[in-house]
Nanobody
Framework: GVQLVESGGGSVESGGSLRLSCVAS????????MAWFRQAPGKEREGVGT????????????KYPDSMRGRFTISQGSAKNSVSLQMNSLKPEDTAMYYC???????????????????WGQGTQVEVFS
């Protein structure tokens, strides 16, 4: 299978920034979709965005739900088989556990559902205080 490890969470003042990273290891296929989700206490897990991996070092087709556009940016990470989530102008309502997810093949079109993804990281906590 695929193992995912997130890092970069922490506590930040409202208006600040954080950069999360997710590294994939194990039986990583050439073509797979990586996604970021978040889950706040008492709320459902919601999608932050997705990025397609077409092969070693080749990423693209980055997509975000409408609610996540503007302050969040997904990109290829600096480490092998990694992606990053840059979060700017953070608000207290962004406080959540952030998860990296992956699944073989292309990223789904349409709404972003956690049920689409077979592999998950353990999550990294983000706290935004006012």
């Amino acid at each position: 299978g695929v193992q995912l490890v997130e890092s970069g969470g922490g506590s930040v003042e409202s208006g600040g920034s954080l950069r999360l990273s997710c590294v994939a290891s194990g039986m990583v296929p050439d073509n797979y979709c990586m996604a970021w989700f978040r889950q706040a206490p008492g709320k459902e897990r919601e999608g932050v965005g997705t990025i397609d991996r077409y092969g070693p070092g080749r990423y693209g087709n980055i997509k975000y739900p409408d609610s996540m556009r503007g302050r969040f940016t997904i990109s290829q990470g600096s480490a092998k088989n990694s992606v990053s989530l840059q979060m700017n102008s953070l608000k207290p309502e962004d406080t959540a556990m952030y998860y990296c997810a992956a699944d073989a093949g292309r990223c789904p079109s349409g709404s972003l559902s956690p049920r689409t993804f077979a592999y998950w990281g353990q999550g990294t906590q983000v706290e935004v205080f006012s």
